[in-house]
């Protein structure tokens, strides 16, 4: 393989934000979530996966990098929270993604849905 042959191949990779997260981070949101730590505590231990996560993307020589969406549970939870009409439930399990089970959270139509005031 030649380098030219390396940067000009027939196909593009991008990586568009989410990353799975470490058990440290998802023990500090249960925490957080059970009333056992605040959201300073949360922030800080938001904070250092963060850390991590950028520098293991540039140790791997990305030129571009994401927080992991650490601070998030899911984007398109978090965007649909903010459209009317929707309302926020918990079924009685997650949904099943590499092997792991996500949070229980999900969406349930309770009225005309609108973007209107939506913060994103």
Known sequence: MTANSITNAPFRCDIVGSFLRPD????????????????????????????????????????VVTDGEFRRSYWHLDFMWGLQGLQEITLDHGYIFHGEETTPGSVQVVGKISGENHPF
Not at 29 to 51: M, P, S, W, Y
């Open 24 to 63: 440290v981070l998802k023990q500090a949101r249960a925490d957080f979530n059970a009333g056992i730590i605040d959201a300073a505590q949360l922030k800080t231990v938001e904070d250092v996966a963060i850390r991590d996560l950028v520098a293991k993307q540039k140790a791997a020589g990305l030129k």
